[in-house]
């Protein structure tokens, strides 16, 4: 949706349509079609890259991690206590703490969930005793996360499917904008604050020019991501049988194949000597998880994984041990060229291997795509409205995309801010709480539509702004009236979790209280000039009123 597509389709001299003129209406297209999707991955993919500390924010219950320790001893200490709760668990994985995770969270397979039927159940861990800790039921940020690729109310396989092409709407999108516009750097540098839609132009065209490397990086690794899910044949094509398609996925996963237990009773060797020799292979802090399977049998297996922070790819690189005698049976740190390409643009995807000052980078570019795709979709109105035969009164096709323009992009700043509401108002003890956190998500959402479909477009835009404001801006006093790590204290213990929360809560809510404002005074500014241009109101959406 760039300035020279606009440009290039309104000009009344050209009679054909060159590649530019052509790449000027697939970029739009392009854009606007699943721009509503891509928004919404954009966003919640950007807030991603905090997911782990947005956990610990919705989880205050378990406390901060002042010192990392030894993980060769939590993992014995958590093993033991799995061995009290889960006694006949057939396999289960620890995740150790780390830098950016202060428990230890474990899943195993074992519960039973009805006669003859067993599943997985959960729960996290005090790295300084093992024992389990009760904290509110919460998927944290993973919900953002898991939303950004996936979704939600609809089969993972559809969402996945619906994402990738959303991506690859946004590959196309991207390359069309850079053929179209033939000055992007140039028009870097010209940005014209109040000119209507020269201005959205010009944001649109700043914000796409500064951070094209890496939006064209992370639209392209996305993609890589799930590739065996969107283009299957070249993995069918090579991989005929089942035993080869055995080991192409034992090479993409560390996790163990189970096999069957021997029915010997033979206990777990020690874990925390398996862990001692990954350390000394792969560095001290450096262990992601433990995974057994068979545990307390015979034929038991223990892989202990490297952690993904301590390198770029995601190519898994595990330790197998004989669970009973603790003995090295292989050693996984090696996959072939294409696997390692592919887990390296993974890895480049994820930005798990960044430091705290790479990973505000990958937030703050990433955000800008956020704010790319979403001038562009405003945009797409502000041009339209000049075209339409009564502007006061658009047609239902242009009303619709102007109302979802509002609930997608201010909209799921309320619901994104709701959900943290949720966090710290629903009863720790509801059952089901996670799902119901969730719930509100999307409840807010669709009030968010609801209300841009009842109310005049500008007025809607400027409320829903002022409302993701009051919101942002009251959650870390809601943090300090409903649990014990208000922002003073957080800030006198020096937990920068709980206050780097509270205080992006703030900078948020400030920022757009600062769109609310502006975009109350254009309009204001608008009406009083109507008069004296009427081609400036119509472009400003004053006519939609």
């Not at 065209?205 to 939006?215: E, R, T, Y």
Request: hydrophobic share 50%; proline share 5%; glycine share 10%.
């Amino acid at each position: 949706m760039t300035g020279r597509g606009v440009e290039v389709e309104d000009d009344p001299r050209g009679a054909g349509r060159g590649i530019r003129q052509s790449m000027s209406g697939l970029h739009t297209w392009a854009g606007l079609l699943l721009g509503w999707i891509l928004y919404a991955m954009f966003l919640t993919g950007t807030v991603s890259y905090f997911k782990d500390e947005l956990s610990q924010w919705m989880r205050p219950e378990l406390p901060r991690l002042q010192q990392l320790p030894d993980q060769a001893v939590v993992a014995q200490r958590v093993a033991d206590e799995l061995g009290i709760i889960a006694p006949g668990a057939s396999q289960w994985s620890l995740r150790l703490p780390d830098a950016r995770n202060n428990s230890v969270y474990a899943f195993w397979l074992g519960a039973t969930r009805g006669p003859g039927r067993r599943g997985f159940a959960e729960g996290h861990f005090d790295p300084a005793t093992g024992h389990s800790v009760s904290s509110r039921d919460t998927l944290g940020g993973d919900f953002f996360y898991r939303f950004h690729f996936q979704f939600y109310y609809m089969p993972v396989l559809w969402g996945r499917l619906l994402a990738g092409v959303a991506a690859m709407f946004m590959l196309v999108a991207i390359v069309a904008g850079v053929i179209t516009h033939k000055k992007i750097f140039v028009d870097f540098f010209t940005f014209r604050w109040g000119k209507g839609q020269r201005s959205w132009l010009d944001a649109h065209n700043a914000l796409s020019v500064f951070g094209l490397p890496f939006h064209a990086m992370i639209t392209y690794t996305g993609l890589v991501t799930l590739m065996a899910l969107y283009m299957p044949w070249g993995e069918r094509a090579a991989f005929k049988t089942p035993a080869e398609r055995q080991q192409l996925a034992a090479e993409l996963s560390a996790f163990l194949q189970p096999g069957k237990p021997s029915g010997q009773p033979v206990p777990l060797a020690s874990v925390e000597a398996m862990v001692r020799q990954a350390q000394q292979r792969w560095g001290h802090d450096a262990i992601g998880r433990v995974n057994a399977v068979h545990p307390g049998d015979a034929a038991a297996r223990v892989a202990v994984t490297r952690a993904d922070a301590s390198r770029v790819s995601m190519s898994p690189q595990s330790m197998e041990f004989d669970g009973t005698t603790g003995e090295l049976l292989a050693v996984h740190d090696h996959v072939g060229a294409a696997a390692e390409t592919r887990g390296v643009l993974y890895g480049l995807h994820l930005g798990r291997f960044s430091d705290t000052v790479m990973r505000w980078l990958y937030f703050l570019v990433s955000l800008m795509g956020t704010a790319m795709v979403g001038t562009g979709l405003v945009m797409w109105t502000v041009k339209r409205r000049q075209k339409l035969p009564d502007p006061h009164r658009p047609h239902i096709g242009f009303r619709l995309v102007e109302r979802l323009n509002i609930a997608t992009i201010a909209g799921l700043s309320v619901a994104m801010t709701g959900f943290l509401w949720a966090n710290r108002l629903l009863p720790v003890a509801l059952p089901a709480r996670a799902g119901w956190e969730i719930n509100a998500f999307f409840i807010v959402w669709a009030a968010t539509l609801l209300h841009a479909l009842l109310r005049p477009a500008r007025s809607a835009w400027v409320e829903q702004l002022w409302g993701a404001a009051v919101l942002l801006g009251l959650l870390p006093i809601l943090n300090a009236l409903t649990t014990a790590r208000p922002l003073w204290r957080s800030l006198a213990d020096g937990d920068w979790v709980f206050a780097g929360v509270d205080l992006m809560c703030w900078a948020l809510a400030l920022l757009h209280a600062v769109l609310a404002l502006r975009t109350a005074r254009h309009g204001a500014g608008v009406r009083s000039s109507t008069q004296r241009s009427p081609t400036v109101a119509l472009a400003s959406g004053e006519g939609a009123r």
